[in-house]
């Protein structure tokens, strides 16, 4: 049975959509429309629908018309809930075969922790993290700035942490407002909050860090992020949880729909996008510390410079200078001008 990837779904969801319902309310389409034919705009996507059944030629062969989704939905979405089963039965199963090893290990004589402080190269990050969390007890703090962004890696930690709050742990996790766009960050805290899990978002950019227990704490290295820190001094540990538990009182509930905290959040990037530039950070930077594509940050200062009636960068700064604008909350309305 054939399966389909994330990008059969990109090109579904941005073009086929579009051409199905142009299918359907045009009553079908003829063969030689210029968009069906090849190097056309709706070739591939009209590919695509015939071979997922979506669209058909008539009988007389003159015209493609739409089919009934209903039957087809069947045939696109059970395998891929089968495979996403398949996998996390696997995860599970090794990781009750790894338990094992570990627990062997800490029973064992003479194990060396390495002190209070311990550098982890890349490859031993993930398999020491997973470890940790598996020994927890009582709560596990996260900052990830920037949301999940491998799609493979999903399942696994989903099952990890569903796993830890099911044993009555509890689970925080921060990221950016920027986070909240993202369809695999959205699926994961679905997942995590249902179970108990909390997840708020701030605007302001912070770096990685793993808190298990209050009594170890990931972070990178100052170097490279290819290398991670494991921090067991209890003085340091105690300041990185106290760091987090100032930025959580300032976070925004993930799950909130309410349109008073959308605004707030729309506010906040907005006044760290006027932050940034009073600063002089380069784009890339500014659209790293907002969590964003640069694409998308260029959007932002479109929005500005909009807003403040500005042509080009240079007025929408020399605007911004003369307003005594600062991008803190409150003070940076187009209607804060000196001289009006």
Same mark, same amino acid.
């Given at each position: 049975?054939?399966?389909?990837?994330?990008?059969?779904?990109?090109?579904?969801?941005?073009?086929?959509?579009?051409?199905?319902?142009e299918l359907v309310s045009a009553g079908g389409l003829p063969i030689d429309d210029s968009r069906l034919l090849k190097g056309g705009e709706w070739a591939d996507a009209l590919d695509q629908l015939r071979a997922m059944g979506l669209a058909r030629l008539t009988a007389d062969g003159a015209r493609w018309?739409?089919?009934?989704?209903?039957?087809?939905?069947?045939?696109?979405?059970? @395998?891929?809930?089968?495979?996403?089963?398949?996998?996390?039965?696997?995860?599970?199963?090794?990781?009750?075969? #790894?338990?094992?090893?570990?627990?062997?290990?800490?029973?064992?004589?003479?194990? =060396?922790?390495?002190?209070?402080?311990?550098?982890?190269?890349?490859?031993?990050i993930d398999p020491f993290i997973a470890g940790l969390v598996a020994d927890c007890e009582e709560e596990v703090l996260t900052a990830q700035p920037q949301g999940i962004r491998d799609l493979r890696l999903m399942p696994t930690g989903v099952l990890r942490d569903t796993a830890l709050l099911e044993r009555g742990a509890r689970i925080r996790t921060l990221y950016q407002h920027s986070a909240r766009r993202d369809s695999i960050t959205r699926q994961?805290?679905?997942?995590?909050?249902?179970?108990?899990?909390? !997840?708020?978002?701030?605007?302001?950019? #912070?770096? %990685?860090?793993? =808190? =298990?227990?209050?009594?170890?704490?990931?972070? @990178?290295?100052?170097?490279?992020?290819? !290398?991670?820190? !494991?921090?067991?001094e209890p003085s340091v540990v105690a300041y990185l949880v106290d760091v987090f538990e100032r930025s959580w009182e300032r976070g925004r509930p993930f799950t909130s729909r309410e349109a008073s905290v959308m605004k707030d959040i729309a506010s906040e990037q907005r006044s760290m996008t006027l932050r940034m530039l009073i600063e002089g950070h380069?784009? @890339? !930077?500014?659209?790293?510390?907002?969590?964003?594509?640069?694409?998308?940050?260029?959007?932002?200062?479109?929005?500005?410079?909009?807003? #403040?009636?500005?042509?080009? %960068?240079?007025?929408?700064?020399?605007?911004?200078? %003369?307003?005594?604008?600062?991008?803190?909350?409150?003070?940076?309305?187009?209607?804060?001008?000196?001289?009006?």
């Amino acid at each position: 049975m054939e399966t389909y990837g994330p990008e059969d779904r990109a090109l579904f969801e941005s073009v086929g959509t579009k051409l199905y319902e142009e299918l359907v309310s045009a009553g079908g389409l003829p063969i030689d429309d210029s968009r069906l034919l090849k190097g056309g705009e709706w070739a591939d996507a009209l590919d695509q629908l015939r071979a997922m059944g979506l669209a058909r030629l008539t009988a007389d062969g003159a015209r493609w018309e739409a089919q009934d989704p209903s039957a087809v939905q069947s045939r696109v979405v059970s @395998p891929l809930g089968q495979e996403g089963a398949r996998l996390l039965s696997e995860s599970s199963q090794w990781a009750n075969a #790894f338990g094992a090893l570990a627990h062997a290990w800490r029973r064992a004589p003479g194990v =060396v922790t390495g002190g209070p402080f311990t550098y982890l190269p890349l490859e031993e990050i993930d398999p020491f993290i997973a470890g940790l969390v598996a020994d927890c007890e009582e709560e596990v703090l996260t900052a990830q700035p920037q949301g999940i962004r491998d799609l493979r890696l999903m399942p696994t930690g989903v099952l990890r942490d569903t796993a830890l709050l099911e044993r009555g742990a509890r689970i925080r996790t921060l990221y950016q407002h920027s986070a909240r766009r993202d369809s695999i960050t959205r699926q994961y805290v679905a997942a995590v909050t249902e179970r108990g899990g909390e !997840v708020r978002t701030l605007d302001e950019f #912070f770096n %990685r860090m793993i =808190v =298990v227990d209050r009594r170890a704490a990931i972070i @990178p290295s100052k170097e490279t992020h290819r !290398v991670a820190l !494991v921090v067991r001094e209890p003085s340091v540990v105690a300041y990185l949880v106290d760091v987090f538990e100032r930025s959580w009182e300032r976070g925004r509930p993930f799950t909130s729909r309410e349109a008073s905290v959308m605004k707030d959040i729309a506010s906040e990037q907005r006044s760290m996008t006027l932050r940034m530039l009073i600063e002089g950070h380069s784009d @890339p !930077v500014s659209a790293k510390r907002l969590g964003v594509s640069p694409r998308t940050y260029a959007g932002y200062i479109a929005d500005l410079k909009e807003e #403040f009636e500005a042509e080009t %960068r240079f007025q929408l700064g020399y605007t911004i200078g %003369r307003r005594g604008i600062t991008g803190q909350d409150g003070d940076d309305g187009p209607g804060n001008d000196p001289e009006t």
